[in-house]
């Protein structure tokens, strides 16, 4: 048991910036090997250099996660460069805040395919490389605490997050019996490129809501997908695991 990934090979979409990248450095603190992807290249070779300092190996792939094709592609890349593929952290994800009533055919397109059928994709991609080479990997989706909770103008956000628990679970189920686990994070505030929460006002707002008492960080949740990407995870499968300091609780 413990929480070392040596060897491992861990793919992370959306690891040009903030909770993907974070995960990136702290996988790549345990020892594995990274397949980093997003459809930021230039976020990208930061992460790299990041992972590459703190001597980890690391295969760079801009992808955009809403077409099947290239995901199933960038899946073989990494198959090519180191034979297996151990972890999958299917994390890309975007918002597109709207009034419910005001929302456009594009707005629902646009964050379904990003965070619902990338999820899908990438998972598809992933369990069919661990079930060809019976390696018992770990799949780990991003939703958010907009999956169980929500506010006005998350409209299509919430409901795809919703989809990734939903998703997580039928994954987990049909997986299981190959030896896979698949399980999701659910943050809460976390400052990143998608949620920058500077603003002092809003922060006022928010941060009474935290039990803990402060806004998340990237390496937060990094710690939680380390967990259900080691050893020490091995048994957990099909659940959510909130990263959000109690917010969602009160
Ligand atoms: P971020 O914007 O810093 O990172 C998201 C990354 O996804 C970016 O690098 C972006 O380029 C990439 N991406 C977007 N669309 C893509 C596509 N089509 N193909 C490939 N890459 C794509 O934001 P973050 O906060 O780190 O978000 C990571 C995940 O965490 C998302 O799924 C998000 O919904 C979720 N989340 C974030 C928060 C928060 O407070 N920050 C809360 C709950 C859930």
Avoid at 54 to 76: K, Y
Avoid at 216 to 240: E, M, N, Q
């Amino acid at each position: 048991m413990g929480n070392r990934l040596d060897g491992r090979v861990a793919f992370i979409t959306g690891a040009a910036s903030g909770i993907g990248q974070g995960t990136a450095v702290r996988f790549a603190e345990e020892g594995a090997r990274l397949v980093l992807a997003d459809r930021n290249v230039d976020g990208l070779e930061s992460t790299r250099a990041m992972v590459e300092e703190l001597g980890a190996e690391a295969l760079v792939i801009p992808l955009d996660v809403r077409e099947r094709h290239p995901v199933e592609d960038a899946v073989a890349q990494a198959l090519a460069r180191w034979g297996r593929l151990d972890i999958m952290f299917a994390n890309a994800g975007i918002s597109s805040p709207k009034p419910f009533i005001d929302l456009t055919e594009e707005d629902w397109d646009q964050v379904l395919a990003v965070n619902v059928k990338g999820v899908a994709f990438c998972g598809q991609a992933a369990a069919r490389a661990m079930i060809d080479r019976k390696i018992p990997g770990r799949i780990i989706n991003t939703a958010s605490t907009y999956s169980e909770v929500t506010a006005p103008g998350s409209g299509p956000y919430s409901s795809s997050k919703g989809a990734v628990r939903m998703m997580t679970k039928v994954m987990a189920v049909e997986l299981g019996p190959h030896g896979i686990t698949v399980n999701a994070i659910g943050p809460g505030w976390i400052r990143t490129g998608m949620n920058p929460l500077t603003d002092p006002a809003r922060l006022g707002r928010i941060i009474p809501g935290i039990p803990l008492g402060r806004i998340g960080t990237p390496r937060d949740v990094a710690g939680a997908a380390l967990f259900l990407a080691s050893d020490d995870g091995a048994y957990v499968t099909g659940v959510t695991l909130f990263v959000d300091g109690g917010w969602i609780i009160q």
